[in-house]
């Protein structure tokens, strides 16, 4: 192995609400000589994601926090380029939660090996990766079932553009909520949404009884805030909750008030479940078996904003929170 020099992402402070800039440097390593049952990658997309923020906070949650004034980690694809595992060999597609650096060195068990022929590469970030199988382990967390109508918040990124999609294809009817005017068109036009609205045009509530005249069944929850209060007040009896992220709240420097009509959940008989992705795992293969076959027929698209060089990581990371994205943020480092 000659040796390689690889650039990396550090967190170098933590961030009060919106993250900036100077969180984050850009530094060079010299990675070690590779050994036995080691495994040397390139990466060649990188994933940003907006539950990467909590993570920079100080403190438990449901995954360590990052380390100050060490790499940051998050979903990446890329290629062997050297291999002392049997595993692997060079050439071989791989993917990996060592995003945030251009070339890294590990174990086979923690590389998953995915097919080359499918294009883009990234959509193992997106549609076909941890965000995709996020939207599909929701559908199902709540039994989400032909006739449904189902209201997405956040519909325009990346795992809800894959949500109401999927949801398309188990025949319910899709409605959506975005940031944009444009948004709105290509959740309409692009993922088969029945209805979709830009919550930045009027009152939320009044746009969302609007589209959904005769109530919601499911609300797929990605935002929070006002727009969980929204469809608190839009869910039919019986209707069910996906809580997946709340993104309006991961900047704020306290905690929002709550909704002020939980009391939905008593007269209405409502069900909320909370959603991690890495509780579904043990399912990632018939995620890929069938959201894969989706994606080969064109029943599921993989929609993506890309940003090219590590070195512009950290603004695609902060450009989520700018609403700069249209499906999945991703970092080409090739």
């Not at 325009?156 to 894959?162: E, F, K, L, P």
């Amino acid at each position: 192995m000659s040796i390689i020099t690889s650039r990396e992402i550090r967190l170098v402070s933590r961030p009060n609400g919106l993250p900036t800039a100077d969180n984050f440097a850009l530094t060079e390593t010299r990675l070690e000589p590779l050994q036995d049952q080691q495994v040397l990658v390139r990466n060649l997309f990188m994933s940003v994601d907006p539950y990467m923020r909590g993570r920079m906070n100080e403190g438990k949650s449901y995954v360590p926090p990052f380390e100050i004034g060490k790499p940051l980690n998050g979903g990446a694809v890329g290629e062997v380029v050297e291999s002392r595992a049997s595993e692997f060999k060079p050439g071989d597609t791989v993917t990996s939660g060592f995003g945030w650096q251009e070339y890294f060195i590990a174990s086979p068990k923690a590389l998953h090996a995915v097919s080359p022929e499918i294009q883009p590469l990234s959509a193992y970030l997106g549609a076909l990766g941890m965000t995709g199988m996020t939207a599909w382990a929701g559908l199902r967390l709540v039994e989400v079932r032909a006739g449904d109508t189902v209201f997405i918040s956040g519909a325009a990124g990346a795992v809800g553009s894959v949500a109401g999609q999927l949801a398309k294809v188990r025949r319910c009817r899709v409605i959506g909520s975005a940031g944009s005017d444009e948004k709105v068109a290509f959740l309409r036009n692009e993922c088969g949404f029945d209805a979709a609205f830009n919550y930045k045009a009027g009152r939320l509530l009044d746009q969302l009884k609007l589209a959904a005249p005769d109530g919601i069944d499911v609300y797929f929850d990605n935002v929070g805030g006002e727009m969980l209060e929204a469809a608190l007040s839009t869910l039919r009896l019986h209707g069910r909750i996906i809580a997946c992220g709340g993104i309006s709240g991961y900047n704020a420097e306290r905690p929002s008030p709550g909704p002020s009509n939980l009391f939905n959940f008593i007269t209405k008989r409502l069900t909320m479940k909370g959603l991690i992705v890495s509780d579904w795992m043990d399912h990632q293969a018939e995620f890929e078996k069938e959201v894969g076959g989706y994606f080969k027929a064109g029943k599921v698209k993989h929609e993506e904003t890309v940003v090219k060089g590590i070195e512009k990581a950290a603004d695609a990371f902060i450009g989520l929170f700018r609403g700069e994205n249209l499906g999945k943020m991703i970092v080409d480092l090739g």
